[in-house]
């Protein structure tokens, strides 16, 4: 299973950048895919997840700026960012939870894409 994520980019403040991830292998299901963010020497905080179901959870920063949404057929996650701000300048990761395969329920996270707000 890999976790492909594209869309990060320079954007001016206020401007709007949307990400994909996409998940393959032979999967079965996912049960959450999310986004995180790290900036140097800070933890990976989260930023939005989103059930197989269609239940999200925002961080209280993105609240009303960004949403997630998801298509389980093509076992993708997406994040739309609009009123992008300085503080959002990190690099962002796709997670996958509860990956079911054949064989197995693992957890995955993509490679980073890098996201910068100029102000």
């Known amino acids: 299973v890999q976790l492909q994520a594209s869309g990060g980019g320079l954007v001016q403040a206020g401007g709007s950048l949307r990400l994909s991830c996409a998940a393959s292998?032979?999967?079965?299901?996912?049960?959450?895919m999310g986004w995180y963010r790290q900036t140097p020497g800070t933890q990976r905080e989260l930023v939005a997840q989103i059930t197989s179901g269609g239940r999200t959870n925002y961080a209280d920063s993105v609240k009303g700026r960004f949403t997630i949404s998801r298509d389980n057929a093509k076992n993708t996650v997406y994040l739309q960012m609009n009123g992008l701000k300085p503080e959002d300048t990190a690099v962002y990761y796709c997670?996958?939870?509860?990956?079911?395969?054949?064989?197995?329920?693992?957890?995955?996270w993509g490679q980073g894409t890098q996201v910068t707000v100029s102000s």
């Open positions: 292998g032979s999967i079965l299901s996912i049960n959450v």
């Open positions: 997670s996958a939870v509860g990956v079911r395969t054949r064989y197995s329920i693992l957890d995955y």
